[in-house]
Every structure is written in C-alpha cells, then in structure tokens.
C-alpha cells in the first residue's frame, strides 16, 4: 500500500529563519511526487511535481528535491506570507489518484 | 492557467435535504475530476474518481448512493449528497486532471466547498 508520511507536523520559524520540511514515501512505482500549499478554509494551491530521483525545482524560496525514499521542500528566507500547510502527495504508476501525507503546518514570525 | 472554480463555497442545509456542488475546469479540459473530502486539521481523503462520460469509482467506505457523481461535460463535474445529516458536514473539495502538458499529471484543485447539515 502507498504511503506519505510528513514531518514535523507543525514548524514555527521566525522570519528569515530558512528549514527543510520532509516527505518520507513508499510506492510501488513512482509516476510522480507532488508538492501543494493549503491555506486556511482554501483548497489546496500546486506547487512542484517532481519525477525521478535527483530531480529539483524552485520557486522563489521555495526549493523541491527528491530521492528513492524521501522529498525535501526548502524554504528559504521565509516571510510570513509563507505560513500555510504544505502538502505532499504521490502517485502510482498504476492509478490516476494521489495518496497525501497529513501535511506540515508552518508559521513564519514577523 | 489551470483554474479549477466550486459552487458554492459554503452551504449550510437542513438534515434531509440534497446539495448540489459544481465543479468547473476553466481554462482547461478535464476528462478525469477527483472529489475530496477534508475534515478540520486532517488531510484530504478521496472520496471518488469521475471520468467524463462513465460511472464514477468510489473509494471503499463511501457510499456511492449517498455522493452522487456526473461528470457530463470535459469542463463540469457535480457532486450531490443525498439526504444529508449533520455528520455529512465537512469541507468538499474537488480536483481536476490537466493532461495537456504531456508529462505533467498535475490535479489542480477547486476552492473548496463548506457544507453544514443542521
């Protein structure tokens, strides 16, 4: 059974303050790992889809890696218009649906 | 680009009563939508899958009598919750396939609706 697990599952960071959260994964066959933002009361906003091992993305503080077992997200001088939840999700090589982790709650302190 | 649009984005009903919730693809065409559900401070849970023109496939545990799903059109899905009760309240949101960019698999997601059975 495919699984995400994320951590920590709150983070408080003061402004500039940079850190990493995680996503931990098994899945049979990797099509792709998916990273989103949720903000309160919102649906959740896409961020980066990451294919293979190796591979990274980035937009604007934020920087997206992945390996066999886990994903980083990077967040880099973080404002405290970063404070939200973020997601992370897989899919399988054999189905449409994304299994999420139960996400990171950050708050950035001004 | 990649808009997905809810309506409405809250309702509040009274126990017994049906709810309709749209789901739009705006920019973009979408044979597969997903719906969501999301109680508060949890993860989003699948409910079901919809593919424009064919029966929907639930997730196990969820009664497909109860969340009605039509996906009519390659932009629109809805979701009706039948005879709703207050333990059907929660935050409903759907997601929408974009396959346009080969590759890419991306589900874009609605805003969310808030449903409250009274």
């Known amino acids: 059974e495919d699984q995400v697990t994320q951590s920590p599952e709150a983070l408080r960071l003061q402004e500039g303050e940079s850190s990493s959260l995680n996503c931990s994964y098994t899945?049979?066959?990797?099509?792709?790992l998916f990273w989103y933002r949720q903000d309160p009361g919102k649906g959740p906003e896409f961020l980066f889809t990451?294919?293979?091992a190796g591979e990274e993305k980035e937009k604007e503080r934020l920087k997206a890696t992945l390996t066999k077992k886990e994903s980083f997200l990077h967040i880099t001088a973080p404002k405290p218009e970063d404070s939200a939840t973020y997601l992370c999700a897989v899919q399988n090589t054999g189905f449409q649906k994304l299994v999420f982790g139960t996400g990171t709650r950050l708050l950035v302190s001004p | 680009g990649a808009v997905v649009s809810q309506h409405p984005s809250r309702v509040i009903c009274k126990s017994g009563t049906s709810v309709k919730i749209e789901c739009r693809s705006l920019d973009f065409q979408a044979t597969t939508m997903f719906w969501y559900r999301q109680f508060p401070k949890q993860s989003l849970m699948l409910m079901a899958t919809s593919n424009e023109g064919s029966k929907a496939t639930y997730e196990q545990g969820v009664e497909k009598d109860k969340f009605l799903i039509n996906h009519a059109s390659l932009t629109l899905s809805t979701l009706t919750v039948t005879s709703a009760h207050p333990e059907d309240s929660s935050f409903y949101i759907c997601s929408a396939r974009d396959v346009s960019g080969g590759a890419s698999d991306t589900q874009y997601f609605g805003p969310g609706t808030r449903l409250t059975v009274l």
């Open positions: 899945v049979s066959g990797l099509r792709g």
């Open positions: 990451l294919y293979s």
